[in-house]
């Protein structure tokens, strides 16, 4: 359960006062919601984003590593605009990669939610509302081909059994959760509301490495055996 603080507007004033407000309706979830110990909204959704941070890092980190070993250069980095890389940089010249976005004179930025087709976000437009974005996150956590589906492949010896384990969200917890997402969708506009929808924080580019240069400029060591035999591996035929 959380608790929206307030939100100011560009200027420093106070555009609308919901400090310790509970969410309307959330009382009859007491069974299933310590309706007593409310969160600030900020806080979960911080946290939210430093623990998606850290997956994201660590995603690009494993990246290297499989750059490694497959004998390709590689370079984890940030820096760069991720409004624009996303597509939200306001100029057309500069469509990046063409995602979906907003703006609300209530946000200082623009707001990315997904690309069509490709990566939509849990939230609207591309779910009618909170509640059908909460089902179809559960779809996609427990239908098929999701990683909860018990016909999902996996390298157990009863990956069924294990798939099937987890417990699937009740009607009740669904409604729940769809309550206090679409209040902090009313009140901000979007959701989540202090943080965007969608965002980029590290980048992974993959390059063949220059092997006279590191020859000529670098001593011996300076890449593996696996950048050294990349081209004869991968780009002439011979895999083995």
């Given at each position: 359960m959380q608790r929206v603080e307030t939100q100011l507007c560009d200027d420093g004033k106070e555009d609308r006062q919901r400090n310790n407000q509970q969410c309307?309706?959330?009382?009859?979830?007491?069974?299933?919601v310590d309706v007593a110990n409310a969160w600030p909204i900020t806080f979960v959704e911080q946290w939210s984003l430093s623990e998606l941070t850290v997956?994201?890092?660590t995603s690009c980190y494993a990246?290297?590593?499989?750059?490694?070993?497959?004998?390709?250069?590689?370079?984890?980095?940030?820096?760069v605009d991720p409004f624009a890389m996303l597509g939200a940089s306001g100029n057309p010249e500069v469509p990046g990669l063409g995602f979906r976005y907003d703006k609300d004179e209530r946000w200082p930025y623009p707001n990315p939610t997904g690309l069509e087709g490709v990566m939509e976000g849990y939230c609207p437009p591309h779910h009618r509302d909170m509640r059908?974005?909460?089902?179809?996150?559960?779809?996609?956590?427990?239908?098929?081909?999701?990683?909860?589906?018990?016909?999902?492949?996996?390298?157990?010896n009863d990956s069924r059994k294990v798939r099937s384990a987890a417990q699937v969200h009740s009607e009740r917890f669904r409604e729940c959760v769809a309550?206090?997402?679409q209040y902090v969708y009313d009140t901000f506009g979007k959701f989540p509301g202090t943080v965007p929808s969608m965002f980029l924080i590290m980048y992974l580019q993959a390059h063949h490495l220059d092997l006279?240069?590191?020859?000529?400029?670098?001593?011996?060591?300076?890449?593996?055996?696996?950048?050294?035999?990349?081209?004869?591996?991968?780009?002439s035929g011979d895999s083995a």
């Open positions: 309307p309706g959330i009382d009859q979830y007491g069974d299933i997956e994201l890092g990246g290297v590593l499989l750059l490694q070993a497959m004998g390709l250069g590689g370079w984890m980095f940030n820096g059908a974005a909460v089902d179809a996150l559960c779809a996609r956590k427990f239908g098929p081909g999701g990683p909860f589906h018990p016909d999902t492949p996996g390298p157990w309550l206090q997402a006279e240069f590191y020859d000529k400029f670098y001593k011996p060591g300076a890449y593996l055996k696996t950048h050294a035999m990349h081209m004869a591996h991968w780009h």
